[in-house]
């Protein structure tokens, strides 16, 4: 018996099995290479974390030298709670070889010029000042927006100040300019990037205020 290859019957079901391999074959392929994607997204997560946390000594760490510094030196930290938004923080704390804390980092997160944005922000002991920050996942534009995610960038949030600001005043500031109000909470802004600039300040800034009162509520300060 001769097939009719132009009969509908015959097309839909060559259509079938073709879906049915391709479709088998591609989930062949991510079921392969899963465990692969989550080391790397596990690795990817601990470098920044232990760069933010400054745990480098400013050397470009071998993985394994990136995954054993995160197990000695981080560990869950408290979990606090905004109580005006709710917002729940669920810190990492850092500690040094005797255990005492070198610092804490906040979940960060927001809406960017193009889609969400999610890092980590570190901050000292005493809540005062900015050790670090990465970004590891976002969708700006690169050699624009996307920016935000080079260390010469992120360098400028070293030391910031972060303590509560005067009244209408903000905790940081990316771009405008230098003034008392700013001094110390300030960081340049890129260059053709205004949106992604003034989208990632909007959001460190509500963050940075829902942990603060979080952080109080909780005890971590003594103010």
Not at 137 to 161: M, N, V, Y
Request: glycine share 12%.
């Amino acid at each position: 018996m001769t097939l009719d290859v132009n009969k509908p019957a015959y097309v839909i079901a060559f259509a079938g099995v073709v879906s049915a391999v391709f479709t088998a074959a591609i989930m062949s392929l991510h079921a392969a290479t899963y465990p692969a994607v989550q080391r790397n997204e596990k690795l990817f997560r601990e470098r920044a974390l232990v760069g933010v946390f400054g745990l480098g000594g400013g050397q470009e760490l071998t993985d394994r030298r990136v995954l054993e510094t995160y197990d000695r030196h981080v560990r869950a930290g408290p979990t606090v709670t905004d109580p005006r938004t709710g917002t729940k923080f669920e810190l990492l704390e850092a500690v040094d070889a005797d255990g005492k804390p070198l610092g804490y980092a906040l979940p960060v997160s927001g809406v960017g010029f193009w889609a969400r944005i999610d890092g980590y922000l570190a901050v000292t002991p005493d809540l005062r000042r900015v050790l670090g920050i990465a970004f590891l996942d976002h969708a700006e534009t690169p050699g624009l927006g996307g920016r935000i995610a080079e260390p010469s960038w992120r360098k400028q949030f070293d030391g910031l100040d972060v303590t509560p600001p005067p009244a209408g005043g903000k905790f940081l500031y990316i771009g405008g300019e230098e003034t008392p109000a700013t001094q110390g909470r300030r960081v340049d802004a890129i260059t053709g990037a205004t949106g992604t600039g003034n989208a990632v300040m909007r959001f460190l800034n509500q963050r940075l205020a829902e942990f603060r009162r979080a952080a109080e509520a909780g005890g971590m300060t003594k103010e």
